[in-house]
């Protein structure tokens, strides 16, 4: 088992709206999807963290329809973990999010992520536990 720690962070703020438009797409592949709020939490990790083997990834598809700017058909992929909040919720499951376009993906010690709730203090501590890190997930040290 994997465990990192991370604090939120503000994002771009247009994760409730690109979300909302990609989940009618993306419930074929990920229908955790639809149990998950519409937006999401972005966490500064205290390691760098590269997925190397999503449970899911979806095959590109065209989601900006409606959409403020044009984007090219993107994929997206979804990682399960646990996590605890220093502020009281406790073993939650969330996905972390990654977006074959985001501006994110370049930086390894950041991580987006859907969950049940997007409520979080600027203070809390998140927790997160991946069960099979193995070969799916490579970590480097800062």
């Not at 998140?126 to 070969?135: A, D, G, Y």
């Amino acid at each position: 088992m994997l465990i990192l720690t991370g604090r939120a962070i503000a994002g771009c703020g247009i994760a409730s709206e690109t979300i909302a438009l990609q989940k009618p797409f993306l419930l074929k592949w990920f229908p955790q999807i639809e149990q998950c709020h519409i937006g999401t939490i972005n966490l500064r990790l205290n390691a760098g963290l590269v997925i190397t083997k999503p449970d899911i990834t979806t095959q590109p598809f065209q989601w900006s329809v409606g959409c403020s700017e044009y984007i090219p058909p993107e994929s997206f992929c979804f990682t399960r973990f646990e996590f605890d909040v220093s502020s009281g919720a406790s073993g939650v499951t969330g996905w972390v999010y990654e977006a074959s376009w985001s501006v994110h993906r370049s930086d390894v010690t950041m991580i987006e992520f859907v969950a049940p709730f997007t409520a979080y203090e600027r203070t809390d501590v998140f927790s997160l536990r991946f069960r099979e890190p193995s070969e799916r997930l490579q970590l480097y040290c800062l």
